[in-house]
């Protein structure tokens, strides 16, 4: 059974002046049990419309969420249950402690009141925050607060943990320690799906990937295998010098160059290194970075 299946999903709004846009148009998507899959695209994709009617927020125009084999409308009541989901907004009840906040959600997930309290000390552990947990939350900062959102989603231990953004404009020692949370809940059975715009952050964490553009799945799978299709008779690298001479047939890719092969991998691979020589900081035949397919399809016409 699918933890996830979005079977034609479309979800239309209308604009100030009236007129009809869809923001997400005929998505399907499967989602693989165990896996952690990165939800990518530009600002304004759809990504986060997609979440919303993933989480019942939003009801679809058209088409079809499963849950766990239970529909996402009909069955709202159960299908809350057994996902955790982190918004992009920080939406935190100012007036409350954080371990009141805490109790309350775990209360209405449906955690037995014997467990509560040790379930909130460990998750607050986890989180870095347990010595603010007779804090108010209005008292936290920013970086603390996106962390309580966290810890309300995976109070309950959810089966699908959602993260919309979970590591936007926190610092560096932070998005390490919720990449590690992360991997743990993972490894304990949670499927998860997130999205973000920090590319080296779904190359670290995701085996799956999933790519939406003005509204539409362009491109969904393993990310190796994704990374490997792009790969495909083509030399990846970058320069210490970017204003240097370029070779003929040479495009730019985010930070790097991509040169498509004409004759054999070891004649292109001398060719580009007699006219660049020392410049060369990196060349590769390998996989192509996830910030090069972004790039490459979201510049596309498949993407217009």
């Not at 990504?47 to 996402?72: A, H, R």
């Not at 939350?137 to 699908?160: C, D, E, F, Q, Y």
């Not at 969904?220 to 204003?243: A, M, P, V, Y």
Request: hydrophobic share 40%.
């Amino acid at each position: 059974m699918f933890p996830l299946r979005i079977n034609n999903v479309s979800k239309i709004f209308k604009n100030s002046k009236g007129q009809e846009f869809k923001a997400v148009d005929g998505i399907s998507l499967n989602i693989e049990p165990g896996k952690i899959y990165g939800l990518l695209g530009p600002n304004g994709a759809g990504k986060s419309t997609l979440i919303n009617m993933i989480s019942g927020l939003l009801l679809p125009n058209q088409g079809g969420i499963e849950l766990f084999g239970l529909d996402v409308v009909k069955d709202s009541n159960k299908t809350k249950q057994l996902i955790g989901v982190v918004p992009q907004e920080i939406v935190v009840e100012m007036a409350f402690t954080v371990e009141e906040v805490l109790y309350y959600f775990s209360g209405m997930y449906g955690v037995p009141r014997h467990e509560r309290k040790a379930r909130i000390k460990a998750v607050l552990e986890d989180l870095d925050l347990a010595d603010k947990m007779h804090e108010r939350a209005r008292n936290l900062s920013g970086g603390m607060k996106r962390r309580l959102m966290v810890a309300k989603a995976i109070l309950h231990r959810p089966k699908l943990l959602i993260l919309d953004e979970p590591t936007a404009g926190v610092d560096v020692s932070l998005r390490q320690r919720i990449w590690a949370l992360i991997r743990r809940l993972n490894a304990e059975g949670t499927t998860i799906l997130f999205t973000t715009h920090y590319l080296e952050e779904a190359e670290q964490l995701c085996e799956y990937i999933a790519l939406v553009d003005h509204g539409h799945l362009i491109k969904s799978g393993k990310l190796k295998d994704i990374q490997q299709e792009f790969s495909k008779n083509s030399i990846h690298f970058e320069l210490f010098d970017r204003t240097a001479a370029p070779l003929t047939g040479v495009s730019e890719v985010g930070v790097e160059y991509e040169y498509p092969i004409t004759s054999d991998l070891a004649t292109d691979m001398a060719k580009l290194t007699s006219h660049y020589n020392h410049n060369l900081k990196s060349i590769r035949s390998e996989a192509a970075s996830l910030e090069h397919i972004f790039l490459k399809l979201t510049n596309s016409g498949l993407s217009s």
